[in-house]
């Protein structure tokens, strides 16, 4: 009951988004299965790392669930509580981009408009040349901007711009010599104002030609600076005038005042440096668009639930309904892929004007149907919208290991999926008596894919001849790729690739000095097709040369094994996740209702029926045949 207690206390903290009476279930949730979710938030919080998280599910604009856990500092036992305040990192990229599109709805900014119309720092800028064969590029030489970046490319990242090398910014945006000349010349300095940031960018090069390329980049921070020039304030109080006072998220922005900072959460075994925009603790002069704004979990609901609204919220209209449908519609053409973030429009994720979107019903690193968005921020929170369930899902915690935390991600984006009820069926008087040898038929183990709900299917995935190599969790530096944890039973873990390992080259072409979007076009490449990599090991004199096969995208995250035990068919989860009444460690009997159809005879009555081939032989299952259902293949 903890958890239904905070669902209560929490919903003041959400002003506007009212309380399910106190009832998870009128919303479409099962109890049973969303204290799962609790229980799997406060297993990592015992681990330590990190020390608490806050998680809230909204629907139809209340509130389902709102849960604290853990410490919001591990080191002097301040417990976490739902209005504690995060640094967002990236998620300031989505509120930039309404910041954005306010004023492209007032009529003063236009979207195919040239930067440099606003911002005549930006002006006639040269692109750094590339080799026509290998699409690397150096220093050396420039050349024209074929067209002018424009605020459009901003909010798509297509303008060519790129972020800072591992001295200056983030690790994952690369260490080509065009990021360290930005680290030097454009550096982020909280001493600083955005409009220095303008005037160094004006001095560089972009990577790519505007329009051509996705590349995570620093173009959030220029909008900012787009905002001071045509609105006449300061980023800050543009924000504070036009978005956090009308929606009412009073504990958002860029610093925590005096009288709140017993509220902030602290960065387990980091502190921000203390001229970097991570420190706010003081009052800022560089307002980064990109990533510094602080806030809470209930504040972003808010934010959510006016984009869900198309706009508006509690009388505020922020947006017009079809500038929030602009936004969140993808805008990258199929071929364009998203560097370094395991996604790309061919892979069931596009990107909008500021937002992931997913643009497949079978596969997708977004959450639920067709058209919903999220993000994440890099010290370690997420959110997700879906329109379709009109479901709102936020998740905070602080870690300075970004590289890691899709661990977590991916259990918000499952468990409160996991959570929703099915329709209840009535359930007949069984009449078919099945004996053990019969039963037999059914035992085996049987895969689901990643859908822990048919209404976020995850199933597997092979586009265009892409394959998989299980080389996510790297991170760019000047002699090559550092892997700092292969995917576990990915092709490269499974060829001998470790953890620390330092690759050099990619099918013998070296890879020194270049950045992630660069080497993520080395390693991308058909199914089936081998490659070779030759990687420095830490104990180990010799380089090693390890070649495998790329793979079709996998999904074996939910399976159920089939068993005979005492006269009766169990059904257990062994996958990575718990499904519906099926928990992992936990074998559940299942009730004969007919020939190849069972039910569960209490939690939410899962019904599980097998499906046979031409043969006769059972060859699948389905759960809760119907709207809701969920199909899996029996294993081999």
Same mark, same amino acid.
């Given at each position: &009951? ?7 206390? =929490? ?20 109890? %049973?299965? @969303? ?53 967002? =990192? ?12 306010? @004023? ?12 440099? +119309? ?12 590339? !080799? ?8 050396? /030489? ?94 800050? +109080? ?83 309904? /079809? ?12 071929? &364009? ?12 994720? =596009? ?45 905070? &915690? ?46 085996? %183990? ?7 709900? #048919? ?23 000047? !002699? ?26 990619? !099918? ?69 996740? #718990? ?55 029996? =294993?081999?």
């Amino acid at each position: &009951m903890a958890a239904l207690t905070l669902c209560l206390a =929490g919903a003041a903290l959400a002003d506007g988004l009212q309380t399910a009476a106190g009832d998870p279930e009128s919303l479409g949730f099962s109890a %049973r299965r @969303l204290a799962r979710m609790t229980s799997w938030f406060e297993e990592q919080t015992r681990r330590g790392d990190p020390s608490g998280f806050v998680v809230a599910i909204a629907r139809d604009g209340k509130l389902a669930y709102l849960q604290p856990t853990g410490f919001a500092d591990q080191d002097k036992k301040i417990p976490m509580r739902p209005d504690s305040i995060f640094r967002i =990192g990236s998620m300031t990229k989505q509120i930039t981009s309404v910041a954005t599109m306010i @004023l492209v709805d007032d009529g003063k900014l236009e979207l195919d408009a040239p930067v440099a +119309q606003y911002l005549p720092e930006l002006r006639d800028m040269q692109v750094v040349k590339k !080799d026509p064969a290998t699409g690397d590029a150096t220093l050396i /030489e420039l050349e024209p901007a074929r067209r002018a970046m424009t605020i459009r490319d901003l909010l798509r990242n297509t303008s060519g711009l790129v972020y800072a090398s591992p001295d200056y910014a983030d690790p994952g945006f690369g260490n080509a010599a065009i990021h360290a000349l930005y680290g030097v010349r454009a550096p982020f300095r909280r001493d600083k104002t955005i409009a220095s940031l303008i005037t160094g960018l004006g001095t560089l090069p972009l990577l790519h030609q505007p329009g051509e390329v996705w590349e995570y980049s620093v173009g959030y921070d220029v909008l900012g600076r787009v905002i001071e020039v045509v609105s006449g304030q300061t980023f800050d +109080q543009f924000l504070q005038s036009r978005l956090f006072a009308p929606l009412r998220m009073i504990d958002t922005g860029f610093h925590v005042p005096e009288d709140k900072l017993a509220r902030l959460v602290a960065v387990p075994g980091a502190q921000p440096a203390p001229l970097t925009v991570g420190d706010v603790a003081k009052p800022q002069t560089f307002f980064s668009g990109g990533g510094g704004i602080v806030s809470t979990v209930p504040d972003f609901l808010r934010f959510c639930q006016m984009l869900l609204n198309d706009g508006e919220l509690d009388g505020a209209r922020i947006l017009k309904p /079809e500038t929030v449908r602009l936004m969140t519609t993808n805008s990258l053409p199929s071929e &364009m892929h998203m560097a370094g973030h395991e996604a790309g429009p061919a892979f069931g994720t =596009g990107w909008g004007l500021g937002f992931a979107v997913r643009t497949n019903p079978d596969f997708s690193w977004i959450p639920g149907a067709v058209g919903s968005y999220n993000w994440q921020g890099s010290w370690g929170t997420f959110f997700s919208v879906d329109p379709a369930e009109k479901l709102i899902l936020v998740m905070m &915690m602080q870690r300075p290991e970004h590289r890691a935390n899709g661990f977590y991600f991916n259990a918000i984006r499952r468990l409160p999926y996991a959570a929703l009820k099915v329709p209840e069926v009535s359930t007949p008087a069984a009449s078919t008596q099945l004996n053990p040898r019969e039963l037999t038929e059914f035992a085996g %183990r049987y895969d689901f894919g990643g859908s822990v709900s #048919s209404l976020d299917r995850q199933t597997a995935l092979l586009v265009d001849g892409n394959g998989w190599t299980g080389l996510e969790s790297v991170v760019a530096e000047t !002699d090559g790729l550092r892997v700092l944890k292969p995917t576990n039973g990915g092709p490269a873990a499974r060829a001998g690739v470790m953890a620390q390992d330092l690759i050099t080259a990619i !099918d013998d072409r070296s890879i020194k000095g270049l950045g992630l979007e660069a080497i993520f076009r080395r390693i991308s490449g058909p199914f089936n097709a081998p490659i070779k990599l030759r990687i420095i090991r830490y104990d180990q004199v010799d380089p090693l040369v390890i070649t495998f096969a790329r793979e079709a995208v996998p999904s074996h995250s939910v399976e159920l094994q089939v068993r005979v035990a005492d006269g009766k068919l169990v059904v257990e989860a062994t996958g990575a996740w #718990s499904i519906l009444d099926f928990d992992k460690g936990q074998p559940t009997p299942v009730a004969v209702r007919s020939k190849d159809e069972f039910q569960v005879e209490s939690g939410d009555h899962t019904r599980i029926a097998f499906v046979r081939d031409a043969a006769g032989k059972v060859s699948g299952a389905v759960l809760n045949p119907g709207p809701w259902e969920q199909r899996g293949a029996l =294993g081999q």
